[in-house]
């Protein structure tokens, strides 16, 4: 039976935690109030709460597929400029610039564990808006780098500010969806759609003749990354509880929903024995070491296919709009893999096969990359298209993403 078609049974706690559906400690679920809400002749139909849903997944899931939009144009803004001359201008010899397309994950990588620390304390929503403000702050500073330490530096910080993003995507997804309904979401939310943009933008900045016009991009990225952390602040709501575009019954609704998971919706209570846990499950460390692995391409793929499509032959100009099928492909690829999880899971009692599909599209990139070492120098549109392929990691890396919250309550 869906969760769709039957009311959840309240998940078990104890007499501390809440009593009659009022909170009693700081130590509960901020949802826990609304435990008892939808008893007896408050029931609701499984058309009422797919109305819900449906409500949700058009406020919700535009504004984090954003959010992650933003942060793939920005892992592109080096690579377009470079073809404008940015190199040149930043003193970008030898290593240098493989060291600038590094240092944001560098950034990342320090900030990560701190990130979650501070989502876990602060505001969810708000949080990822500040973050948002400050990103954009940097990436219009980024617009008037004269030199390499200047630019390494803002890059870290840019991979320190993109740090709460994205686990703030997926603890608002955990919020609102079960499990079974985060796969598809997550698919919609990944997509490789940045191209749309960072294609057009860096293609119109091939006709400004001013020197150093590969600083517009930055200016450009940056000013839109402003706008829509306000927008992100206004309109995505931190938990249910606060969520002002829904009834005080439908938050009661979207609770439930959830309940199942055994999830909750949001507590700022710190657990030690919950980390020590989670740094004593192999799943945990399994799941660290294949991220690291299935974001090598990539890094390299994002730092360095404008080029090598410009050393393909094409000029700076047509290498910009070349660039976008690489985002077809990788939308394929999360629709694909995701919705492949999806109609596992629909169709397919009690099973989702997520680790079959990453192991898909896996095979699927690592084929595409042979091709790719293997075809003669000669072969420009083989080469061109198995470098397309190779952006089929992301539909598998995305499908991993969402295992780490379908196995952890």
Known sequence: MSIDSKIIEPVRTSSKDFSHGHVLTGDAD???????????????????????????????????????????????????????????????????????????????????????????????????????????????????????ETLIALRVLLGVLEAPIIPGNFLILGMWYSRREQPIRTGLMYTGLSVLFTGPIGYGIGFITDNGNWRYFFWIAGAMTIVWAVIVGIFLPDNPVR????????????????????????NKTWKKDQMIETLLDPKTWLMFLFNIWISIPNGGLTNFAPLIINGLGYTAQRSTLLTMPTGIIQTVSSYMCNGGVFLCAKYISKCQLRGAWVIFGCIVGMIAAIFLYTLPLTSLKGRLAALYMSYFYLGPYIVALGMSTANTA
């Open 243 to 266: 969520a002002k575009f829904v009834t005080e019954r439908q938050k009661a609704i979207a609770i439930d929903r959830v309940r199942a998971d055994q999830t909750g919706i949001e």
């Open 30 to 148: 901020i949802a826990a109030a609304y435990a008892n809400k939808l008893d007896g002749e408050n029931a609701y139909s499984s058309k009422e709460a797919k109305r819900l849903r449906w409500k949700l997944d058009l406020r919700l899931v535009p504004i984090l597929w954003f959010n992650v939009t933003l942060g793939a144009m920005d892992k592109v803004t080096t690579s377009t400029a470079a073809l404008y001359g940015m190199k040149t201008d930043c003193d970008l010899t030898g290593n240098r610039y493989s060291w600038v397309g590094s240092a944001f994950y560098f950034g990342y990588l320090i900030w990560c564990f701190p990130a979650g620390s501070l989502l876990q304390k602060l505001p969810v929503a708000k949080t990822m808006a500040t973050a948002q403000i400050l990103w954009g702050i940097v990436l219009i500073g980024t617009g008037f780098a004269k030199n390499f």
